[in-house]
Every structure is written in structure tokens, then in C-alpha cells.
T-cell receptor, first 112, second 109 residues
Framework: SQTIHQWPATLVQPVGSPLSLECTVE??????LYWYRQAAGRGLQLLFY??????ISSEVPQNLSASRPQDRQFILSSKKLLLSDSGFYLC???????????FGSGTQLSVL | DAKTTQPPSMDCAEGRAANLPCNHS???????VYWYRQIHSQGPQYIIH???NNETNEMASLIITEDRKSSTLILPHATLRDTAVYYC??????????FGAGTRLTVKP
């Protein structure tokens, strides 16, 4: 069966520090991968999605970047965090042409 | 820019049916209607989806109007564990999915 791993669960970082959040999927090949962010009390905002290794589409201009170094690995990064980067970050995957999304457990990021 | 409109909140008594409405008046003929829910501090969970016909699975039923401009998610016997934010989304085979603010359903004992 397929599983998605996302870590860490919580993270507190100072303003200006770097960020690296990792997501891996097991049990499937060539998944579509996604990063979402959810600000407190708000809906989910799509940040990045990827249909294959090295293929990243960005939905919102921002202080963040994403990379997909391996088929089932998706990384969210920042060189210098801003206060506005605080939020709940969710990784998700789907099978090509089947858009049912499977979400990870999320990372609660607090930038102080 | 979610293509759906949902009430911000609803209450339901435990054991009763919860009927969550969604308006999607600009839906295209080949766009599906998806429903997800998010329990506090967890990732969203897929519930059900449909195109034209009504659908039912072990979690819920989805009723889509004949003109497809609105739909209703039905939880037949709501429990306290069904308290969550429910998202209605329309989508056609894109590699992304955009979530609106959803409906916060509170199931009360």
C-alpha cells in the first residue's frame, strides 16, 4: 500500500534562517507531488506541484522554492524565512490522471 | 480562485444526517466535483467525487443536481468524529487542486 511521510511535525525557526521540509512517498511510481500551505483559519493554498523529477511548477511568487531530486521525494526550501512564512505545510500526492489527493500529516512552522 | 461557494459553518446533531451544500454554477461539462474534509491539525482526507451521477461510498453520498450547478454531500449518521472542515472542489484532470475556505461542520451530542 502507498504511504506518505512528511517531517518534521513541528518546527520553530527564527526570521532569516533557512528551511528544508522533506516529503517522501512509498508504494507508487511517478506520482504527482504537491506542496500546500494553510495559514491559521484559512483554506489551503497550492504552492508547488511536480509531475516528474526536476519538473516543478510554482503557483505563487514567494520566498519559497521546491525541488524533486528523486521520483518519490519532494523538498520545500527557503534561504531566508519571513514571518509571513508561518503556517501549516502539507505535502500530497496523486496518481497521474487520477486526481484524488493523499495528504501527509503536515508540518506546523512557526517563524519568530 | 476556488470555483465553489460553501456556507462557512453548519451544526448537526449526532446521529442525524448532515447535508452540506456546495454551489458551482460555472462548472464545465468535464469537471468533477470532489469532497475532502480536514480534521483539526491533520491533512485533508478524500471523501468522494462525482461527475454527473449521484455517488455513494462507505463514508458519504454525493448528490449532484441535473444541471450540475450545485451538489450536496450527505453524511447519513453523523458522529462527533465527523466534526471537521469540509471542502468542495471542482476539477478537470489538472495536476493541481485548489481549496476554498470550506464549511466547518460541528456535530453536537
Amino acid at each position: 500500500s502507498q504511504t506518505i511521510h512528511q517531517w518534521p511535525a513541528t518546527l520553530v525557526q527564527p526570521v532569516g534562517s533557512p528551511l528544508s521540509l522533506e516529503c517522501t512517498v512509498e508504494g507508487t511510481s511517478n506520482p504527482n507531488l504537491y506542496w500546500y500551505r494553510q495559514a491559521a483559519g484559512r483554506g489551503l493554498q497550492l504552492l508547488f506541484y511536480s509531475v516528474g523529477i526536476g519538473q516543478i511548477s510554482s503557483e505563487v511568487p514567494q520566498n519559497l522554492s521546491a525541488s524533486r531530486p528523486q521520483d518519490r521525494q519532494f523538498i520545500l526550501s527557503s534561504k531566508k524565512l519571513l514571518l509571513s512564512d508561518s503556517g501549516f505545510y502539507l505535502c500530497a500526492w496523486s496518481v497521474y490522471k487520477d486526481e484524488k489527493l493523499f495528504f501527509g500529516s503536515g508540518t506546523q512552522l512557526s517563524v519568530l | 480562485d476556488a470555483k465553489t461557494t460553501q456556507p462557512p459553518s453548519m451544526d448537526c446533531a449526532e446521529g442525524r444526517a448532515a447535508n452540506l451544500p456546495c454551489n458551482h454554477s460555472t462548472i464545465s461539462g468535464n469537471e468533477y466535483v470532489y469532497w475532502y474534509r480536514q480534521i483539526h491539525s491533520q491533512g485533508p482526507q478524500y471523501i468522494i467525487h462525482g461527475l454527473k451521477n449521484n455517488e455513494t461510498n462507505e463514508m458519504a453520498s454525493l448528490i449532484i443536481t441535473e444541471d450540475r450547478k450545485s451538489s450536496t454531500l450527505i453524511l447519513p449518521h453523523a458522529t462527533l468524529r465527523d466534526t471537521a472542515v469540509y471542502y468542495c472542489i471542482v476539477l478537470y484532470n489538472n495536476n493541481d487542486m485548489r481549496f476554498g475556505a470550506g464549511t466547518r461542520l460541528t456535530v453536537k451530542p
